[in-house]
């Protein structure tokens, strides 16, 4: 029986806080914005591999709005990035970080 090699990488869970419903939602809008605009620079630098929005999120008191996928070498690194994050830092969001594991070579990414 051959040993499977794994390729490991930093998964996000963007959640909206519990606070979320109390922020106008012109705020919540320019925050949104503020939010793509990083994580849209993280992907096109190359420190972030894959973003995107969550639907049918689980029903729980913070709701999971967004995924995102790294391969930094630390979950402490990929947390520096998203306390960096407009949207975490104006409350608008919170994060689950952690490690995912998959078969090596089962998954690419377009270079930017």
């Known amino acids: ?7 490991t990488y930093e ?4 959640r909206h806080t519990r606070g979320y419903g109390g922020f106008a939602a012109a705020d919540r809008e320019r925050i949104f914005g ?11 630098s190359g420190r972030q591999l894959a973003a995107g929005p969550v639907r049918d999120s689980p029903a729980e008191d913070e709701d999971i ?14 947390r ?29 990414f377009a270079t930017p």
């Open 11 to 14: 998964m996000v869970l963007l």
């Open 80 to 108: 520096e990035l998203m306390d960096g994050d407009p949207g975490v830092r104006q409350g608008l969001y919170c994060y689950d970080v952690m490690t995912w594991q998959t078969p090596a070579g089962g998954i690419s």
């Open 34 to 44: 503020e939010h793509l605009a990083y994580v849209l620079g993280l992907v096109r």
């Open 1 to 7: 029986m051959s040993s499977i090699q794994l390729e």
């Open 65 to 78: 709005c967004g995924f995102g996928l790294f391969q930094r070498g630390s979950l402490d690194a990929v």
